[in-house]
């Protein structure tokens, strides 16, 4: 089993291209930090509204990274826990991440690089 940590970005372009991520990566484990959902609640948009329902109806680890900056406690937890692999279409995060990372290409397939 993969323990892969969601970010955001992939989050709302996941629901926004329509993409069932909890479903393609059935059997994994998925961990969605608390300030991420913060985030996404914060916003209050259709895609962030809708973000929300999606992940009410499915199971994950919800953990708490503290306090700062959210890509950057994505960026330390992934240091700290190197076989974890990063749900990210950020650019900084990609970029200062070793880790494995799953990305959409094509607005419609997961991949992981």
Known sequence: MKQIIFDTSFILSAVR???DFFEELLGEKIIIPKQVLNEIKRLGNFDSKLALKILEKNSFE???LGKGHVDKLIIKFAEKNPKTIVATLDREIKTKVKN?????RG???LEII
């Open 107 to 109: 607005k419609k397939k």
């Open 100 to 104: 494995q990372k799953l990305v959409i």
């Open 62 to 64: 919800e953990i708490d």
């Open 17 to 19: 291209n329509k993409i």
